[in-house]
């Protein structure tokens, strides 16, 4: 049943009308979606197109950033009476900033190396590859020596802890440069994810996949790193290149990005991010965070499944009093702040 549209109590979310024809699948999102697709394609695989490969990296990073600022102000200005979305957006728009782009520029050309901490394994796999961190760890410079274990502990101490408090929400909501994008500019375009049961299915069989894929690379890098043998070798590394390819550059950038106008902002943190699939499951099983409902209140408007950008139908658990514990929320809150009936509740 298609929600009908009722009017949303804040001015809670995007500001642009929903009809237009940029927001709606029009020639405009066709447009734009051509236009995004070629200029990753070319970024990813033909950057020398534009100009030598490291300042082409360097130019991609700075307008990414810019992007996200200057969506994070009009995000600011259209949620200016949600407190909580203020505060992840200036959390986002600063972790970009400074985590993301400004810190690496400066460690790299003060010689410790570009290092983003911000990004973990497994989005960012080679962090917890043994080619990354022996050279970290063994290092005579503490600050990569420190670079090193903030991946180790970063993964393996704070993720489960934050996630068991907060829900995924803590990474995918307020630092990942992935979610920053797709909460900015990527905000017009979030009520675009199919709600339906077929995309549930094809999101649960193709990013847990993705992570085994990652998990398993990592397994046999550090296999061969105990134990060389250089036909493994070659094995794990080819095996990580496509990878690479694949899911580091067709997936997350060409598909994630590009595709936002077509099937919404969060195509690749629902259907290919190992990072989204790894939280998704400490949220899932071992974490305090869900969205309560209550019954009672619920009048089917469907705003709230209209604007979920992870294509969660909230309504169907609003309408049952069920709880929302569902691998794939990102903890956004925008159904709860577009619900008219305060009906549901972040907890
Ligand atoms: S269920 Fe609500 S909080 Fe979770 S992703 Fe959807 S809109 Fe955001
Ligand atoms: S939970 Fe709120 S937004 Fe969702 S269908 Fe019910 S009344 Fe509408």
């Known amino acids: 049943m298609t929600p009908i549209q009722i009017a949303i109590p804040t001015e809670a979310v995007n500001s642009a009308p929903m009809s237009s024809s940029l927001r709606n699948r029009g020639w405009m999102a066709y447009g734009l979606g051509i236009v995004l697709t070629s200029l990753y394609a070319i970024v990813y695989w033909r950057p020398e197109t534009f ?37 992840r957006t200036v959390s986002l728009v600063t972790v970009q900033l400074l985590l993301a782009f400004i810190l690496p520029n400066m460690l790299q050309h003060s010689g410790h190396g570009e290092f983003y901490f911000s990004y973990f394994w497994p989005l960012k796999p080679e962090y917890l590859f043994p080619s990354t961190l022996h050279p970290l760890i063994d290092s005579p410079d503490r600050l990569r020596v420190f670079m090193g274990w903030w991946s180790v502990i970063m993964l393996v101490v704070a993720t489960p802890v ?38 549930w299915t094809i999101e649960r069989w193709t990013i847990y996949p993705v992570l085994v894929i990652i998990i398993g690379i990592t397994a046999l890098l550090w ?21 690479g390819f694949v899911i580091g550059g067709l997936f997350s950038g060409v598909v994630g990005v590009g ?3 077509i099937l919404g902002s969060r195509v690749w943190c629902r259907f290919g991010c190992p990072m989204a699939a790894l939280l998704g499951i400490l949220q899932k099983y071992a974490s305090r965070f869900r969205i309560e409902t209550n019954q009672g209140q619920c009048i089917s408007c469907g705003n709230c499944s209209t604007y979920c950008e992870m294509g969660i ?15 794939s929320c990102v903890g956004c809150g925008v159904c709860v702040s577009v619900c008219p009936r305060g009906v549901l509740r972040a907890s």
């Not at 803590?170 to 900015?184: D, F, I, K, P, Q």
């Not at 139908?313 to 691998?327: C, F, L, N, P, T």
């Open 259 to 261: 595709f936002y106008p």
């Open 223 to 243: 296999y061969v790193d105990a134990h060389p043998d250089p036909a493994l070798q070659l094995y794990a590394d080819t095996a990580n290149r496509i990878y």
């Open 51 to 87: 100009g030598a490969p490291q300042t082409v990296w360097f130019w991609y990073s700075a307008v990414y950033t810019l992007v996200v600022c200057m969506f994070g102000v009009k995000k600011i200005i259209d949620y200016r009476n949600e407190r909580y979305h203020m505060l």
């Open 162 to 199: 934050l996630t068991y408090f907060y829900g995924k929400r803590w990474y995918c909501s307020w630092v990942c440069g992935c979610g920053a994008l797709a909460e900015t500019a990527g905000d017009s375009f979030r009520h675009l994810s199919s709600k339906g049961p077929l995309s």
């Open 313 to 327: 139908d909230v309504r169907s658990y609003a309408q049952e009093g069920k709880e929302i514990k569902r691998a």
